[in-house]
């Protein structure tokens, strides 16, 4: 059987996408007040690995893997691309085909999506995309973790992304038709999402709609979402720190949005460039449950790539 691959949001089905949000969510409840280190009653991957290759800096993303296996009762083994063969030339297929002999299951974080599509091309275990230059689904399924937590129904909720076109915003645009939610993106028109996305939630059906200034994209938000300006990788950052200045989320922003609306953000956080402190730190502020859903979500992630 064809290994079951977490690349791309657009790529799986709503009904899979829904399940790990389910799981996900039962698997965090049905562990409260839980020490951390203790494994889930039922251990679904005690025997499988998972191998983490990061060519980029990670905190939330290295952690909530490593943790997440070990709570599932299986083990992990990370390395960083430049300590392996792979950062002296040897071929991403062939890194692929050992691996693949050694582990249950991969996940990737790679400064070219390309290569995480080249790495699961040859793979026989599962592929998962803990980010790349092009999107970052882990993220947006904890996202949408988080806020149906909060009482948020997906299906016809407005969110609001605001700042840079980047990865990140992607991912939200390549979910919007699974979960039914709609999408305003308010950017520099030079820092819009790629047409390739755009084109994806396009022929989905996903209802994503542009706007050149974050007042008219937050107006009626129940979701505001920014990101950093200068994504890794990025090379011009005082041009984008400029460029990006007006798209700062303020309380005054926050106003415009519904009453009630929350406030998210993947993390690494700039206080003062995407967001202020008010906001960030505030009561609308949901990041850290964020930050915290990464686990649980990855959990229920993992147990679909590996079918347990
Ligand atoms: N949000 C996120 O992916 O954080 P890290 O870069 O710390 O993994
Ligand atoms: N857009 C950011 C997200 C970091 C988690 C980046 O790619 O650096």
Redesign the pocket.
């Known amino acids: 059987m064809a290994p079951r691959h977490f690349i791309d949001i657009w790529k799986l089905q709503a009904e899979d996408l829904r399940g790990i949000l389910d799981q996900a969510r039962q698997m965090k409840v049905a562990r409260t007040g839980w020490p951390r280190g203790k494994r889930d009653t039922d251990a679904p991957l005690s025997d499988q690995s998972l191998a983490m290759l990061f060519e980029?800096n990670?905190t939330?993303?290295r952690f909530s893997f490593d943790m997440a296996m070990r709570q599932l009762g299986g083990q992990t083994l990370i390395a960083s691309a430049s300590e392996m063969q792979l950062g002296r030339g040897e071929s991403v297929e062939d890194t692929s085909r050992v691996l693949s002999r050694y582990v249950d299951a991969v996940m990737i974080r790679a400064n070219r999506h390309e290569d995480i599509e080249a790495f699961a091309g040859v793979a026989s275990v599962p592929v998962i995309n803990g980010?790349s230059?092009r999107s970052?689904p882990c993220?947006i399924m904890a996202d949408l973790l988080t806020l149906e937590e909060q009482g948020l129904t997906l299906k016809g909720a407005r969110l609001a992304w605001v700042g840079?076109g980047?990865?990140?915003c992607a991912s939200f645009m390549h979910a919007a038709d699974r979960f039914g939610f709609s999408l305003a993106v308010g950017t520099p028109v030079d820092y819009r999402p790629a047409q390739r996305d755009l084109d994806i939630a396009a022929h989905q059906g996903g209802q994503v709609e542009l706007f050149d200034t974050a007042m008219s994209a937050v107006e009626g938000a129940d979701v505001v979402i920014a990101?950093?300006f200068?994504?890794?990788?990025?090379a011009d950052a005082d041009r984008r720190l400029s460029d990006l200045g007006p798209f700062c989320v303020t309380e005054q922003l926050m106003d415009r949005a519904q009453p009630g609306a929350v406030f998210l953000h993947?993390?690494?956080a700039h206080r003062g460039e995407e967001v202020t402190a008010e906001v960030i730190d505030g009561p609308q502020s949901l990041v850290f449950e964020e930050a915290e859903n990464r686990l649980h979500a990855q959990k229920a992630i993992l147990r679909w790539c590996l079918n347990r």
């Not at 200068?230 to 990025?234: A, N």
Request: charged share 25%.
């Open positions: 980029k990670s939330r993303t980010l230059d970052h993220q840079d980047n990865n990140v990101d950093t200068v994504s890794m990788g990025d993947c993390l690494p």
